[in-house]
Structure formats: C-alpha cells, structure tokens
C-alpha cells in the first residue's frame, strides 16, 4: 500500500470544539465536504486531508505523526504531556479547569481534599495540581461519563472537571472550589510535518482567520482640518488609508479597529466631527 504524503489535520468529530474548527478551516479556504458518519474528508483544492476523531486522541496523533496538525483544547495537549508545536491559540472553546464539591460539604480549600476521593477526566492535570499545592494522598478515579453526578451518589467527594458557563455545576448542587487552569482551542503540529510548505501555507491562512476576528474595518468622512485628531482616536494597523473626496472639505478614511475598541472609537471619531461611519466585518486579513 502506498503512504499518503498528503498532509493531515485532526479535527473534533463531535463536542464543543468541532464547529469552530470546521468554521476556522472553511474561512481559512479549505474546500470540503462533510458526510454523515465518514471519519475523513479531501480538501478538492490542495489534496489535505481533514481527519475527525476524539478530541482527548487529537495530541497523541500529532505527537506520533499519524497526522500532521491538529485542533484541539491546550487542556487535552497538557493532560497528554507529548512532545507537540503549540502553533497558534485559536480564540474559541475558552473554558476552565475547576476542583468542585457538594455545595453544602465543608471544604473551602484543595486542602481540605487531602485523602478524600476525586473524580476527575483530566487525572494528571488533577494530580500535578494536588501535589504543585502539597495536597497529600488525594485517590483519583478516572471517569469518562456524567462526572457532575458522582459527587450526588456519594462516590467521590469532589470532582475536577472542564467548566464552561458553570451551569451544569449549578443544577447538580456544585460549587466551584478552586480553578486549576484556563483553557481554549488550540492549532498543534507535528515538528516533521508531510508537506512543510503546505502547512506553512495553512498556518498564515489561520492566522488571516485570527487577524479577521480581532479587528473590524471602519469608513468615515473625516473634515480635513481634523483628520491629525481622527488619526490619533484610530491610528490603524499601520496608518489609515485616507482619499479626497468631491467636496475639499472632507476626506474619505478607511481603518483597521480592534473589535473591543470599535464603538469606543466610533464614538470619539463622531465626537470631533466624523460622519458616515461605517463598519465592515472581516473575514480574512493578511496583516
């Protein structure tokens, strides 16, 4: 059987992180198809192929070379302990690593856990942190499924488990106790990719993606005696574009905006006498 020398990505095939990453590679020009239960896909346009597998497996895959690159939780990368390219974090499946118990049990600190059952999915994560807190003959258990739930059944008295928004804490009667770390999506590789100059090529598309979603472009008619001022509220990446417009009076102004400053910036630009503000989104930006 040949080898396929086509470069891989691993991808989530389901869970939080799997339609982001879909959406990231899409915006980054990949063309495919998903369907239905089949576990890859060929990208028409440069013969890549997109793999869909765990998450929790993703680290290890990159690690072995059975694919290339891979998006997944910097939080699996961390539980695995492999020798991985962090590339780029991705900005999207922020979440948190938290020690949680009953809401009505005593503990107020990891410390009050010494001896007592954990439960946990991430149990190397768990116990580095138990021991970096000099926590002592803490007996993790390993579970897979509903671990909110074991803490109601008396089988653990905590649990260290990813939380999101928090809510599912909340509906079995948990608390958060401490945080263990933060966590998001994150592009790893392999240090030897297949076709290094294909992943290259990749890796400065995601970060067009990345570029897009920080920054939205603002157009505003700016009066010439104030464009210094409007320079100054939004100096752009580099330096507005500015043009003439029919009237000398006024000028044209196109400038990249970070997304948390853009209606701080509309508002000042505005407030000096700027009009017909526009904003546009990005999708890509080569920066």
Request: hydrophobic content about 45%; glycine content about 8%; overall charge negative.
């Given at each position: ?215 939205t472009l603002l157009e505003y008619n700016c009066p ?62 080569r920066l």
């Amino acid at each position: 059987m040949i080898p396929d020398e086509r470069l891989r990505i691993a991808i989530p095939s389901k869970g939080r992180l799997r339609e982001a990453a879909l959406s990231t590679l899409e915006r980054a020009g990949l063309r495919f198809k998903v369907s239905g239960r089949r576990l890859f896909s060929v990208c028409s346009d440069t013969g890549m192929r997109i793999i869909f597998t765990n998450t929790a497996d993703i680290p290890v895959l990159v690690a072995e070379g059975v694919v290339d690159l891979g998006i997944t939780g910097s939080d699996q990368v961390l539980e695995k302990g492999v020798d991985v390219v962090e590339h780029r974090r991705l900005g999207f499946g922020h979440c948190r690593l938290s020690i949680a118990v009953h809401k009505d049990a005593p503990y107020r600190s990891s410390s009050d856990l010494a001896g007592k059952v954990i439960g946990a999915k991430f149990v190397n994560l768990a116990r580095d942190y138990f021991e970096a807190k000099g926590v002592e003959n803490v007996q993790l258990i390993e579970i897979q499924g509903a671990v909110e739930v074991m803490v109601l059944l008396g089988l653990v008295d905590g649990i260290v488990e990813i939380v999101e928004t928090g809510n599912s804490l909340v509906e079995n009667d948990l608390v958060e106790l401490e945080r263990v770390l933060e966590a998001e999506a994150v592009l790893i590789g392999s240090a030897q990719p297949r076709d290094a100059e294909l992943s290259g090529q990749l890796l400065r598309r995601v970060d067009g993606v990345l570029a897009a979603a920080r920054y939205t472009l603002l157009e505003y008619n700016c009066p010439v005696d104030r464009i210094e001022e409007a320079t100054r509220i939004a100096p752009g990446f580099s330096s507005p574009t500015v043009g003439r417009l029919q009237d000398g009076a006024w000028l044209s102004v196109k400038v990249l905006v970070e997304k948390s400053k853009t209606q701080r910036v509309i508002d000042a630009l505005e407030g000096i006498g700027c009009v017909a503000i526009l904003e546009t989104e990005l999708r890509h930006a080569r920066l």
